[in-house]
């Protein structure tokens, strides 16, 4: 995260541009023309579905584009369970007509936690068909301002102006590639963000790299594909739910007090809990605070009901990599308390930071136009940026909001108050 002294920065390097989109945008220029729409919505996970559900809820003109729950289909492993508990993973729609407690009663499947990735997909694919049954699959490959508000150029070369555009694009190209492990081969190294399925793994001999709930659970289904599995953390792995009191009816009474006072996202620790619940609240935060909030409830840890599945997974704990090298076909790794190991692949559970020039489809002259701290966009009330108009909600928020918004649970929030806004600015 950013330090306490960090300042605003505008980016001036944008992302990688979509191949065709070059030849189109050349010799464009910001003439005057009538929107084609009131608001853009690009992303079609939780947070887009959510706010283009509120956005029509308002009577607001709005498109969206993108693949149904596409990250969480192609970027997630099938048989992983949600970490998120059933009570706060709702996508919120105005009404609270498609909760994920109406979806289990139509389909006949029971709440309880932890509920499965397959189970919050299925979810997610419902609430869309409901929510946004004309979800447009294209991608947008560029955007650009123009004088009737943004232009927008479609992987398939269609072109159309908004008022607004909302991006709710997640972590799409946001994994995260430590510097030691740069060098080595695509074929050697992977993100956890690479797989769905981890059965081609059987037999080889795996190194990942982590110590949070995405590499502890990547670890996990690893060995249970059977691979041979040393999970390599710098530190002890901090076991959500376990704790070490021995005096079992205190604890329960503690852990029912607990979930008791504990908000439905359950993020983050008791005496913060609360406060990122109102993102609002932390906007207005200074900086320094919002950091040392963000860094404690974000801390790496990895949900207690994976343990009993530890039994095949060797733990190199209190250690990290210091340099990786290819030694064949296979990557010798040098740690920091003098030892090597050798491997066939390198599992890189290191988590995602927010690069808004990595999602790839801000033009150069409207990425150069965005407030940013180190990637992330700077937004007021409203999730806006900057830029008139243009609006992140989702993880490229967090910077702004708070934690939250690196959950489902935090789509209720961003819908609602950048619904609120644009009704406003609209009367």
């Known amino acids: 995260m950013e330090n306490a002294d960090m300042t605003i920065v505008k980016r001036v390097v944008p992302g990688t541009m979509h191949p065709a989109v070059k030849a189109k945008t050349r010799g464009l220029s910001r003439i005057d023309q009538r929107a084609d729409c009131e608001a853009v919505v690009i992303g079609a996970g939780p947070y887009g579905l959510a706010v283009s559900a509120h956005l029509r809820a308002a009577h607001i003109e709005t498109r969206t584009f993108g693949r149904p729950m596409s990250f969480w289909q192609e970027n997630m492993p099938k048989d992983m369970i949600i970490r998120s508990p059933w009570r706060g993973s709702d996508i919120a729609d105005a009404d609270n007509r498609f909760t994920l407690n109406t979806y289990a009663r139509l389909s006949g499947i029971q709440p309880r936690d932890p509920f499965t ?63 030691e492990f740069i060098d080595l081969p695509a074929e050697m190294l992977s993100h956890t963000a690479d797989h769905t399925d981890f059965s ?89 605070m919002q950091d040392k909030i963000t860094n404690r409830c974000l801390l790496p840890a990895a949900s207690g009901w994976l343990v009993p599945r530890f039994g095949g997974v060797h733990l190199s ?12 076909d296979q990557v010798e790794l040098q740690l920091s308390d003098g030892s090597t190991q050798t491997v066939d692949h390198v599992l890189l559970g290191t988590g995602y930071h927010v690069d808004i020039s990595r999602y790839g489809i801000l033009g150069s002259g409207l990425l ?12 007021v009330a409203g999730y806006e940026s900057s830029v008139k108009g243009l609006h992140f909600v989702g993880s490229s928020s967090c910077k702004s909001f708070g934690p939250l918004m690196r959950f489902v649970w935090g789509s209720k929030f961003a819908a609602r108050c950048l619904t609120r806004t644009l009704v406003r600015n609209n009367s």
């Open 317 to 328: 704990s209190g250690v990290c990599v210091l340099n990786s090298r290819t030694r064949g």
């Open 368 to 379: 150069q136009r965005i407030d940013q701290a180190d990637g992330s966009p700077l937004l």
């Open 117 to 179: 990735q397959k189970e919050f997909v299925d979810y997610g694919l419902w609430f869309q068909q409901q929510a946004v049954p004309d979800l447009d699959h294209r991608q947008v490959v560029c955007i650009e301002e123009a004088q009737g508000g943004f232009r927008l150029i479609l992987n398939d070369g269609d072109k159309l102006v908004a008022r607004r555009v909302i991006l709710a694009m997640g972590l799409a190209n946001q994994a995260v590639t430590p510097p």
């Open 200 to 288: 081609s793994f059987k037999g080889r001999r795996v190194a990942v790299i982590g110590r949070g709930q995405s590499a502890c659970e990547s670890a996990a289904l690893l060995s249970e594909a059977g691979a041979n599995v040393n999970l390599i953390t710098r530190g002890d792995i901090r076991w959500l739910g376990q704790k070490e009191s021995k005096a079992t009816k205190s604890r329960s009474l503690m852990l029912a007090l607990k979930k008791y006072l504990t908000p439905p996202s359950e993020v983050g620790p008791v005496h913060l809990n609360w406060l990122i619940e109102a993102p609002d609240l932390y906007r207005h935060l200074p900086a320094d």
